[in-house]
């Protein structure tokens, strides 16, 4: 005997097929997002610029974050969100690392895009300021990295105090003029997004962004490194 099936029949046969794909799709378990993965970046020993350091206002986390910012890594061919990218550097460096998501969405970035990250056996400074696709800066608050849009980043000004006594005496009354013609300005504005310096005694008293502030230190080491010091 043959079995007729009426198109209402298939139709309901249908939806009923539909409902149970639906309802098999909404029990299986779901896929977690990809996790960062730490081991992208490879940290190497703490790069150690210890002739002349400069000492800032802030307290042992703040300390324990800038000594961070001085540590070699290397990332080769890798791509990350600025989420986690954060939590891999957090991962590694072992301080707390945040976003500053307000300060990239009131400049149109979009926090959830991805961006290639390629360096080898470089500072964390010098990492964090390389990152021209996402426009990003960073910043020390209250014992933690902060991530941030660059140019928020930029105007924000630290004081730092940096110890010139290692310098050879002739160095030492030069280097106010030294520090101005060979690192990031602009200088002797006292405005966001620029520096000031003052000499007092064998102390330089330098006020500007960590970018900056990074790049005196290490201009100061190199004086120190390859001019000889003052006469024993």
Request: hydrophobic fraction near 45%; charge should be negative.
């Given at each position: 005997?043959?079995?007729?099936?009426?198109r209402?029949?298939s139709?309901?046969?249908?939806?009923?097929?539909?409902?149970?794909?639906?309802?098999?799709?909404?029990?299986?378990?779901?896929e977690?997002p990809?996790?960062?993965?730490p081991?992208?970046?490879?940290?190497g020993?703490?790069?150690r610029?210890?002739?002349?350091?400069?000492?800032?206002?802030g307290?042992?986390?703040d300390?324990?974050?800038?000594?961070?910012?001085?540590?070699?890594?290397?990332?080769?061919?890798?791509?990350f969100?600025?989420?986690?990218?954060?939590?891999?550097?957090?991962a590694?460096?072992?301080?707390?690392?945040?976003?500053?998501?307000?300060s990239?969405e009131?400049a149109?970035?979009?926090?959830?895009?991805?961006?290639?990250?390629d360096?080898?056996?470089?500072?964390?400074?010098?990492?964090?300021?390389s990152?021209?696709?996402?426009e990003?800066?960073?910043?020390i608050?209250h014992g933690?990295?902060?991530?941030q849009?660059?140019?928020?980043?930029?105007?924000?000004?630290?004081?730092r105090?940096y110890?010139?006594a290692?310098?050879?005496t002739?160095?030492?009354?030069?280097?106010?003029?030294?520090?101005?013609?060979?690192?990031?300005?602009?200088?002797?504005a006292?405005?966001?997004?620029?520096?000031?310096?003052?000499q007092?005694?064998?102390?330089l008293?330098?006020?500007?962004?960590?970018a900056?502030?990074?790049?005196?230190?290490?201009?100061?080491?190199?004086l120190?490194?390859?001019?000889?010091?003052?006469?024993?």
């Open positions: 005997m043959e079995t007729v099936v009426s209402s029949g139709r309901v046969a249908v939806m009923a097929l539909c409902v149970a794909c639906l309802l098999a799709a909404a029990n299986a378990p779901s977690s990809p996790k960062p993965n081991a992208a970046i490879v940290a020993e703490t790069l610029v210890s002739a002349i350091r400069g000492v800032g206002l307290g042992p986390g300390r324990k974050v800038d000594d961070a910012l001085w540590r070699i890594v290397t990332i080769r061919n890798q791509r969100s600025l989420a986690t990218f954060a939590e891999a550097l957090e590694v460096l072992q301080v707390p690392v945040v976003i500053d998501r307000l990239f009131e149109g970035r979009d926090l959830t895009a991805e961006f290639s990250v360096v080898s056996e470089t500072t964390v400074h010098e990492l964090l300021s990152l021209d696709e996402i990003a800066g960073y910043n608050r933690r990295l902060v991530l849009y660059r140019f928020e980043a930029l105007e924000a000004r630290t004081l105090v110890n010139v290692s310098l050879s002739t160095v030492q009354e030069k280097i106010r003029e030294l520090v101005v013609a060979h690192c990031y300005g602009p200088w002797d006292d405005e966001p997004g620029t520096g000031t310096i003052q007092l005694g064998t102390n008293l330098v006020r500007t962004n960590l900056a502030q990074a790049e005196v230190e290490t201009f100061l080491n190199l120190a490194a390859n001019v000889p010091g003052p006469a024993k």
